[in-house]
């Protein structure tokens, strides 16, 4: 496949991780602007959520109709409209609405692209892909707390991103000759490719127990959200030090896609997942043993790293698990599962530690892999079994 094309889509997916972190940076100046309460971003992401799950569950019959290059597109738009239109809010009701379509358009762009790789493209280039993500959501906290440092608004930081977006955009929008040469979603097996109801998809050995992992790898969203307060208020840190330490999450995702896509294609995926779950579970459980600053540093970079390859190669495992006709509609119900269970399972911790106390993180954190490991060793037994079956010979 073309070198030129696959560096469209890693910038697209740039793209889709700029506005996953921005709203959490610019939030504490945002909701006095607007005057909201602090706790108005949890509806905001609520309403992000939402959208991406229909759009997930959706984008089957979309991008079957239309292609990927097509429904990519329009989503970059929806985002980048989403994010001027946040810059102009100046009621929550007007940001509600504009989380709408950021909601619909990474739903719709995050199924489509991540089906394509995993079809046409390695494992290495699918860790790739899955990194710049990363430096996506990199780039706007850097961008934003440079604006404030100067004094300029938040609006403003909203505006420099859409407008990064809408350079994408053109950019995207310019590729169309490169999908023209190499086979799209729509122009394969022909446009009339049969477009599969939930109920059939459900019915493929494996589905069910695979998108349930997906709900339960929120240990990686829960880290993220919830880490710094775990530190400040379960174990009295300073907030500098706990947003140091949390930091370290999301430089330790980075990198272990980075580095794990080295061996990506010489090492199973469900040896990849397996091997992950084990070392997260291990720097779990030295987080319960330790206080210190230095070692936290450490234990967080590492869980973090054994975070980054997971989800890449549960998306690849799709296309090698399931049958190739099937793989966009599973890898929509998939996402829409692990959507839902962003939108559940890390606001569940918080009512949780709001009675128990936020010492409750680790623990939590161990339940959640926990589950998720054994949803990974269904799905392999369901979709081995099912293999075996196929392969019976029929008797004469």
Known sequence: MSTALLIVIYVAFISLGLPDSVLGTAWPLMHQDLGASIGSAGLINMVVSIGTMLASTSSQRVIKRFGTHAVSAFSILLTLCALFAFSASHHLAAVLIAAIPLGFGAGAIDTALNNYVAKHYSAMQMNLLHAFWGIGTIIAPIMLSRFFDSGRSWREGYVILGTLQSIIFVIFVLSRPLWRIHADEADEDGKASKVYSMRELF??????????????????????????????????????????????????????????????????????????????????????????????????????????????????????????????????????????????????????????????????????????????????????????????????
């Open 203 to 396: 019915k493929t050995p494996g589905v069910l127990p695979s998108c349930l992992a997906f709900t339960f790898y929120t240990f990686e969203g829960t880290t993220m959200l919830w880490l710094a307060s775990h530190l400040v208020y379960g174990r009295g840190m300073d907030a500098s030090t706990a947003a140091s330490i949390s930091s370290m999450t999301y430089i330790g995702i980075t990198a272990g896609r980075i580095c794990t896509s080295f061996i990506a294609d010489r090492v199973r995926p469900e040896t990849l997942i397996r091997s992950s779950q084990a070392l997260i579970l291990l720097a779990i459980l030295a987080m319960l043993f330790t206080d210190s600053a230095v070692a936290l540093h450490v234990i967080i970079f590492a869980m973090g790293f054994c975070f980054g390859p997971i989800y890449p190669a549960m998306v690849r495992q799709t296309v090698s698990c399931f049958p190739a006709d099937r793989s966009v509609g599973i890898i929509g119900l998939q996402f829409s599962f692990g959507y839902f269970g962003s939108l559940v399972l890390p606001p569940l911790y918080g009512l949780l530690a709001s009675v128990l106390g936020q010492w409750l993180l680790p623990w939590y954190l161990l339940f959640l892999v926990i589950v998720h490991s054994a949803c990974m060793a269904m799905k392999i037994q369901s979709t081995k079994h099912a293999k075996a079956v196929d392969e019976v010979p029929p008797h004469r």
